[in-house]
Each structure stands twice: as structure tokens, then as C-alpha cells.
């Protein structure tokens, strides 16, 4: 009787102790969160947020905190990427799923796991090194365009890289785990292998494969290092892929310490850390619901 009691104690303990670590977790998001609206109040009273939002006019020295330019460029710098990254994941984890032997899959696994957890600085210099120069040389030139390599079509191409490791790895333990019976009813009335994966394996893995999207999506939107050092950070709104473009996370990255003397500036900046911030929640929440209604069909 005693053992019984004393396990139910242990029980009841670990439970107490593992609810206590995921109650801290979601106070503090909730309290980044209040510290980021609380810094950020200044500039919110000071001018309204549609003229924030929404105007071109970035001259901190004056006053003007218009974030449309920047906003801009992390929409398209974040587009160009999942353009490039989507199709090329999508067919690597078909290819690893629906094709490929167990020992080229076991082979390849651990090297996409590896590249998603290379430091985004690394890939900021291979960037540097290589994508600037190649587009400067040889890709800008077939259009008639000069530019000096750092655009949004360099910062696109790296940060497509960096997420594809992300899509594949999501997108292969989805196709994984659709039932094999599925795929062998399909054969067994006379379609071929490609019909099979589209029309079936595809059909039943399309919603978590939309959450392995929504989830780079969210880690593109918010990715600083590497797109910093490729872009150009010009404060212009980019009106070609070879025009350098300015993230919002770039922004932040580049002035915040710098110049914080003016006057609302520190505010303004914070302000766009907490519009990112409430962007990436959002993904990452809109992703969770996709991967939670797929457990359940699973089921």
C-alpha cells in the first residue's frame, strides 16, 4: 500500500513538475509579447498604425517611420524563397518516400538533418561567396541587368536553401505515414506508380504537407543573419528580383544599438520586432492545427 501511494505521489509530482515547465513557456511568449507592445507604445501614439504600416517614408532623423519598404521586402524575399524551395523539397521527399531504396533513404535522412542545423551565418557566407558572384557574372548579364549580386533574387536563393531541409524532412514523415494498404488497393486496380502517388498518396498527404510550408514560411519570414548579408539593404522597395531588397528582421538587425539617441527610434524598432514576432506565432499556430487534424485522421 505504501509503494502504491508512494508512485502515485511520483506520478502526480512529474505531472505537477512537466505542466509547471509548459505553463512557463507560454507565459513567457505571452510576456515578449506585453514587453514588445510596452516599448513599442511610444511610436504607436505618436503616429497611427495605418500611416506605420502602410507609408514608404523611412527618414528616422525626421520623425518618419514608415515600414511599408520593409515590410515589402520580407513579403517578397519570403515568396521568392518558397517559390524556389517548394517544388525542389516536394520532389525530394516524393522521390525518398515513393522511390527510393531503404539504403538510399537512410543515406540521404541525416544529411537533410544536417543542413537544417547549420547556423544561418554559414550560409550567409556561402552566399557571399558563391550566389553574389554568380549572379552578377552570369545570370544578371542574360537579362541586360547590371547589379552588384546583393538582391532579392540572392536572398531568395539562400533562404530557399535554408528552408528546404525544413519542407523535406516534414513533407517525408507525412508521406511516410499514409497507410501502404492505400497505395497497394490503387496498384492492384491498374494504375501506375505516378497515378498512385498523385492521385492517392499525394491527396492524403496534401495537408501536412501545406504544414511543412506554413512552418518554412514562418522560419523564411523571420530569418535575419543570412538574408542580411545577401539582400543589399538598400531603403528602396525592390521592383525587380535583381533590385537588393530590406527585410524587416534585417532592419532590426542593422540599426538596433545605432543611433537609438533620435528620438522614437527604439520604439519604431521594436514595433517591427513585435510585427514579426505576431506574424511567426501566427504560421506556427495555423501549422500546429494542420499537423493536429492529421494525427487525428491517423487515428
Request: glycine share 6%; proline share 5%.
Amino acid at each position: 500500500m505504501i509503494k502504491i501511494n508512494r508512485r502515485t505521489f511520483l506520478d502526480k509530482a512529474v505531472y505537477k513538475f512537466m505542466l509547471t515547465f509548459i505553463l512557463f513557456i507560454l507565459i513567457l511568449t505571452f510576456l515578449i509579447i506585453i514587453g514588445l507592445y510596452i516599448r513599442s507604445r511610444p511610436i504607436l501614439k505618436s503616429k497611427s498604425i495605418f500611416e506605420l504600416l502602410f507609408s514608404s517614408s523611412w527618414h528616422p532623423l525626421k520623425g518618419e517611420f514608415g515600414f511599408k519598404i520593409f515590410i515589402v521586402s520580407t513579403i517578397c524575399v519570403t515568396a521568392l524563397s518558397l517559390i524556389i524551395a517548394v517544388p525542389f523539397s516536394l520532389l525530394t521527399a516524393l522521390y525518398l518516400s515513393e522511390y527510393a531504396n531503404k539504403k538510399i533513404r537512410n543515406w540521404i535522412k541525416p544529411f537533410i538533418d544536417l543542413l537544417s542545423g547549420i547556423p544561418s551565418v554559414i550560409y550567409g557566407i556561402w552566399g557571399v561567396l558563391l550566389i553574389i558572384p554568380l549572379i552578377k557574372k552570369y545570370v544578371a548579364p542574360i537579362f541586360g541587368v547590371y547589379t552588384s549580386g546583393y538582391s532579392l533574387l540572392a536572398g531568395g536563393i539562400v533562404l530557399a536553401i535554408m528552408i528546404s531541409p525544413f519542407i523535406v524532412h516534414i513533407s517525408l514523415e507525412v508521406l511516410s505515414s499514409v497507410p501502404y494498404e492505400l497505395r497497394e488497393s490503387s496498384l492492384s486496380l491498374g494504375a501506375t506508380k505516378w497515378q498512385t502517388t498523385k492521385y492517392v498518396v499525394m491527396r492524403k498527404a496534401f495537408p501536412g504537407i501545406m504544414a511543412s510550408v506554413v512552418l518554412a514560411l514562418s522560419r523564411a519570414f523571420g530569418e535575419t543573419m543570412a538574408v542580411l548579408m545577401v539582400a543589399g539593404n538598400v531603403v528602396k522597395i525592390p521592383k525587380s528580383v535583381f533590385d537588393p531588397a530590406y527585410p524587416l528582421p534585417a532592419l532590426i538587425a542593422n540599426n538596433y544599438g545605432e543611433m537609438l539617441s533620435i528620438p522614437l527610434y527604439d520604439s519604431a524598432l521594436l514595433l517591427a520586432s513585435l510585427i514579426l514576432l505576431v506574424v511567426v506565432l501566427v504560421f506556427n499556430i495555423f501549422s500546429r492545427i494542420i499537423l493536429i487534424k492529421i494525427e487525428k485522421r491517423a487515428r
